[in-house]
């Protein structure tokens, strides 16, 4: 008789997404005229087309699969060695991280990444999350059978959840009681709140001192706009013994909807047994890739690669100016419209807190109803984004500006 | 203090194919000029370049994702609604199999998909897999701590091996002892056997009387030509309420460096909770698919969707047609040889018994050293493999005829 994995009944409904979309277009149906006027600021998704250097380098390779010499089939699951060597180079040793190319391993996605992760972890781990936080992180665990029920609120039992307020920058402090494997957002999704120096060494000298493990989530890297902020968490000291990290080609080189992504685990990087034996997590991961994993297409591989031309590195920049100046546009509406505002400067996410008393899923109805402007309600994201919405820079200048506008026009 | 899944630790260190590619690095460096006339037919890799109906539906959606107005961002992790809608009718309901659209998952492989399916299965289904057996099967398995610890041959305690034998044709009759989760494989990697349609009736009767669970993995159904062989379990009263299908466009569109294959999940098959309540598993991988994958790259949904066009179908059958012929010229080589042949009639790897007191791993050497031909020793996929070696017949026509002729030119 074939038993289920009863954790996934423990997995809340009523997943953010999909709630959003079933208000959405029940509102639309409802409201025709207003519908057509919609503006979309909820989910993460890119709106502007690939860069040229991605396109061209995308019809090279397909002509390579259409001809027999150049044809390509397996490829290595861990990724090509010279997208692998690329990476490298241009996004840790060139800023000083010492990070080998066979240390970064391809793959389809960060949302995948964090997911797949937790197949090389025991079950014994203490897991620790922030509130708010990205669901992915809380769901996977409640999936792998790391969490207790749900309580009325929505939070799991087990899990550590760590706040995340305007006191401290909406970056987390280590716990009083130890955790094992802390995931670390920066920039964040979805505060935008991006963690400077001196924070991502305090959760190092944590994770050192307590042997636990850092899960870094650097999917928003390209939008660090302040000198002060690092890039990468090897930029800490100590890091490359604590701590993984995952990057996405999505929100830089524009690829929600090609897939690319890659994770860092540094060959120093020890877990534990359950017998108190230290051995490496890289063997692990390469096994775990090379086994449940096919690597990434081909095709994809070579345009992940023309994102570290001089061509693609112009135009990721242009890219990420401008949703960045989404944001500034936005962050002002937002502030003009009494809502108090943070991020936006170096994310792509703008968290505004509401005016006492009103609930997340209140401004949202209201900002759908009278602004006609879907944003993401913060209570979705946990406890402590209650009376906070996310405000998405995604979308064109028009857009943006006419949000802006919208939300200038509301009474709350 | 961070653990680690101990249940890797139990994996075999010498996985079947980096092996392979060992012993043939060494034997390259060893002799360059044997090197030189190298031909593989080891790996299940496809050679032949990617059909033209799906180049030019690449090209075309490489253009649109250049472009702001036909851009697409994220789309449903479970794929687009035409892809899955292709899939359902091409592949079943125009042969009769009663799947819904959307019980169709669209993936990036079925080596990911057979992995990952684990994912919402308990941890107290007791598991059958053929020997010799595709290793994934029985990796994952490890990997998700199903198994036990190997013995000195290599076979993991609490893992039910279904012995493969000339005797029952190659496909495994159900075990005495009450089996939850059966992984079946037909056409058949490694033995290129094909499951009759009796022996697909006896393993869905034994799966409703036990409620047990096939795991059906059909990604060489395209090389099927015996009219009576079924393409897919559905084509057997009752398997919507025991089985999920796998199916691949790696080996039929040569898609194994492009990447895509899909799962049918029917809405009526069950699993128990450890209570003993009977649930949907539907809704279980559909929630497994949006919160730990991302969908597969809109340009290659579009690749995929191509093959289902009157241009890209009679492409694929000229495909099937070249690698079957292939496996034609190889299975009356390996017979000239000497080699009692298998396979290779509906599926693309020849299974030939190797002469007496002759091992795998001694034939791999010897027909690596003597004919400067690379095939996949048998006991690579189980201990019912030793004594066989698998031809994969992948190559160019010309490779397979001078393969041919080597083998014929050997004495055992």
Redesign the interface.
């Known amino acids: 008789?074939?038993?289920?994995?009863?954790h996934?009944?423990k997995?809340k409904a009523g997943?953010l997404f999909p709630e959003i979309g079933r208000r959405v277009k029940a509102f639309c149906e409802a409201n025709p005229a207003a519908a057509a006027r919609l503006i979309r600021c909820g989910?993460g998704?890119?709106?502007?087309?690939?860069p040229?250097a991605?396109?061209a380098a995308?019809?090279k390779a397909?002509?390579e699969?259409?001809?027999?010499e150049t044809?390509?089939?397996?490829?290595p699951e861990q990724g090509y060695e010279w997208l692998r060597a690329a990476i490298a180079k241009n996004d840790f040793r060139d800023r000083g991280c010492d990070v080998a190319d066979d240390e970064v391993f391809v793959s389809?996605?960060t949302?995948?990444d964090t997911?797949?992760l937790l197949?090389?972890?025991?079950?014994?781990?203490r897991i620790a999350i922030s509130d708010p936080v990205y669901p992915?992180y809380v769901?996977?665990n409640v999936?792998a059978g790391h969490t207790g029920d749900a309580n009325d609120a929505g939070a799991y039992a087990r899990l550590v959840y760590l706040p995340c307020r305007p006191s401290n920058g909406f970056i987390p402090t280590p716990p009083k009681r130890p955790v094992?494997?802390i995931y670390l957002c920066s920039p964040n999704n979805p505060t935008g709140a991006a963690a400077s120096r001196e924070q991502l060494e305090t959760w190092v000298k944590y994770a050192l001192e307590?042997?636990?493990?850092l899960l870094f989530d650097a999917a928003y890297e390209a939008y660090i706009t302040d000198p002060a902020v690092p890039h990468s968490i090897y930029e800490i000291p100590g890091a490359r013994d604590c701590a993984i990290e995952f990057r996405s080609f999505s929100k830089n080189g524009?690829f929600?909807?090609?897939?690319c992504a890659y994770a860092v685990v540094p060959k120093s990087l020890n877990?534990?047994?359950?017998s108190g034996e230290w051995?490496a997590?890289h063997p692990?991961w390469l096994?775990?890739t090379?086994?449940?994993?096919?690597?990434?297409?081909?095709?994809?591989q070579r345009a992940a690669e023309a994102l570290y031309s001089p061509e693609g590195k112009a135009q990721v920049r242009r890219l990420i100016e401008h949703y960045l100046g989404n944001a500034k546009v936005l962050r002002e509406g937002a502030a003009k419209a009494r809502l108090k505002v943070f991020g936006g400067l170096n994310a792509p996410y703008i968290w505004a807190k509401l005016p006492s008393g009103v609930t997340s899923w209140q401004a949202f109805d209201k900002i759908l109803n009278e602004a006609n402007v879907v944003i993401t309600p913060g209570s979705g994201f946990g406890s402590k984004g209650e009376g906070y919405v996310r405000i998405s820079a995604f979308n064109?200048r028009a857009n943006a500006e006419e949000v802006a506008r919208r939300l200038q026009a509301m009474k709350w």
Chains 1, 2 share one sequence.
């Open positions: 008789m074939a038993y289920l994995n009863d996934y009944l997995l997943y989910i998704d890119v709106t502007e087309p690939l040229p991605v396109v995308l019809h397909v002509d699969m259409g001809a027999r044809f390509k089939g397996y490829g389809d996605g949302k995948c997911g797949n197949d090389i972890l025991g079950h014994k781990n992915v769901d996977t999936m094992d494997v307590h042997k636990a493990l524009g929600t909807g090609t897939r877990a534990q047994t359950k051995k997590l692990l096994r775990r090379t086994t449940k994993f096919n690597g990434v297409s081909y095709i994809v064109s």
